[in-house]
């Protein structure tokens, strides 16, 4: 059964044809409560992942997504994301590009359900520790993964989460 995993190669094209938007270092490009209607696709530089006052994640890898839950969600953005350098996103009208565009699509698909495969191993890996008599320091590291896995941190593009190659580098394998 082939993969429903878009090649690196159709997602590269689509993002290249969107608008690029240059932000400076510090500078906060979704911000919590807000309601952007829109995606951003991180095209170079590096940002912070700040919920509810606590840093969660820098993010630097190209090619990832902001913006995804609150769209999926109807929500406002549940996280601060700001600029630690100039970083240049690609940017989309996330309903547009969603409904209209399944290679985007399924892009966002794989990196939610990456996030959520990882958030289960790990409450598993929280009940085993729990019935073991584990420390609660070792605990809560589990539950600080826990917590980078469902928002940002390490998967934010499909290269972190698995993804058998770069999408922006179709000739070179992560593995």
Do not use: C, W
């Amino acid at each position: 059964m082939p993969s429903l995993i878009p090649d690196a190669a159709a997602f590269e094209r689509r993002l290249a044809g969107l608008p690029v938007v240059k932000h400076p270092a510090r500078q906060v490009v979704l911000a919590a409560g807000s309601k952007t209607g829109r995606l951003f696709f991180l095209r170079s530089g590096a940002v912070e992942v700040i919920k509810d006052g606590e840093k969660i994640a820098n993010v630097s890898a190209p090619g990832s997504v902001f913006g995804e839950q609150a769209i999926l969600l109807d929500q406002p953005h549940t996280a601060d994301v700001r600029t630690l350098e100039q970083s240049e996103f690609y940017v989309a009208d996330a309903q547009a590009m969603l409904a209209g565009d399944p290679t985007v699509a399924l892009y966002v698909a794989a990196i939610l359900a990456r996030r959520l495969d990882a958030a289960n191993r790990s409450l598993i890996e929280v009940k085993h520790q729990l019935q073991a008599g584990e420390s609660l320091s070792v605990i809560g590291k589990t539950v600080e993964k826990v917590q980078e896995q469902l928002g940002y941190s390490g998967d934010a593009s499909l290269v972190y989460a698995g993804y058998p190659f770069d999408p922006f580098r179709p000739d070179k394998s992560v593995h």
